[in-house]
């Protein structure tokens, strides 16, 4: 059952092995998470127009592509081709970024490129060509794009390259023990919010962290408690808050948290259903896939919600449920 943003007392220290970012096609699909009996009310229009951009799988449910759809929930468009699996899409100054898995029976399948192409889709370009995994691509104020690099034996790095795809540039390197993935860029261009992964004191962490576009100032933002993980953290249109998704080792429920820059003012959004990919709205409200309601898409999330910053009034943004939705991203208007 949803409950209004309680706080969470403390900071927790979290246990997590390295991320496993396995392309759509390698997705669990059992449908042993919870839902609710009845669906969740409609929303009303928003009071201000922007548009949503999420990764999700096309109609043959064999392909994952990206997708744009207005601030009501209607007029759902592919953006990209719906014949490869496209994820973590990003739209800024007018550019459309997202990762494309290679091919799904090649032995290229577990790897991911960076493409390019305007916000409607079209003039798309492949600015990167690694047999390694790349993802989440962010653009930095300076026009350089951010993205994390993920290689044969899980060692996962954080990385800068040119609008054009030259001029890569490390700015977080990762070992065995240690790495981070999952970069945002800030509002402001100047910062960037991502996951570090660990070992303390003989357990995994996975904690959210910021830093500097330059890798300076690296801060840890939560200290979660054993077989916790965190990941995909997202800014705040001004900059002040974060949010991002928590699940246990113990628990099929995944769920959304939001504090503030500083890591104060933890605050549990979501309880109880496996909610995920949020995201802040120009009015200052949260978005993000669940899949809570009855008629959801086995093993997928089902539809995009919409609640208040502090967990309620929680309605459903999409009439049909949709194929599976992954990660959400906003464009304001």
């Known amino acids: 059952m949803m409950r209004t943003g309680s706080n969470v007392s403390g900071n927790e220290s979290s246990a997590a092995a390295p991320p496993h970012l396995a392309p759509p096609w390698e997705e669990n699909q059992n449908d042993d998470h919870p839902a609710q009996t009845t669906r969740t009310p409609l929303c009303v229009g928003p009071s201000v127009s922007y548009r949503i951009l999420f990764s999700g799988w096309a109609p043959d449910l064999e392909h994952y592509a990206i997708y744009s759809m207005e601030s009501d929930g209607t007029t759902i468009q592919a953006l990209s081709d719906e014949l490869h699996f496209d994820t973590t899409p990003n739209l ?16 290229l399948k577990w790897n991911s490129n960076i493409y390019s192409a305007l916000a409607n889709g079209s003039e798309l370009t492949q600015l990167t060509n690694r047999d390694i995994r790349l993802g989440s691509p962010s653009v930095l104020g300076n026009g350089r794009i951010v993205y994390h690099e993920l290689s044969a034996n899980s060692i996962s790095s954080i990385h800068s390259m040119a609008s054009d795809g030259t001029s890569p540039t490390p700015i977080i390197m990762g070992t065995l023990q240690t790495g981070a993935f999952q970069p945002r860029v800030s509002p402001d261009g100047n910062r960037i919010a991502y996951i570090h992964y660990g070992i303390e004191e003989n357990k995994s962490t996975n904690e959210v962290y910021i830093m500097q576009s330059t890798g300076a100032n690296k801060t840890r933002l939560t200290f979660s408690t054993e077989n916790v993980l965190n990941f995909a953290p997202v800014w705040s249109l001004d900059g002040e808050r974060i949010l991002f998704t928590r699940s246990t080792g113990d628990s099929i429920e995944s769920v959304i948290y939001s504090m503030n820059v500083n890591g104060s003012n933890l ?15 120009p009015d200052g409200k949260i978005i993000f896939a669940s899949s809570r309601d009855p008629d959801h898409i086995q093993g997928n999330h ?21 194929p599976g939705v992954g990660e959400l991203f906003v464009v304001p208007e």
């Open 267 to 281: 605050r549990k959004m979501t309880d109880g259903f496996v909610d995920s990919g949020p995201a802040f709205t």
């Open 302 to 322: 089902g539809s995009i919600f919409r609640m208040d910053s502090d967990g309620s009034n929680v309605c459903r943004l999409t009439d049909q449920t949709l």
């Open 92 to 107: 800024t100054n007018g550019r459309l970024l997202f990762a494309r898995f290679g091919p799904e029976n090649s032995p």
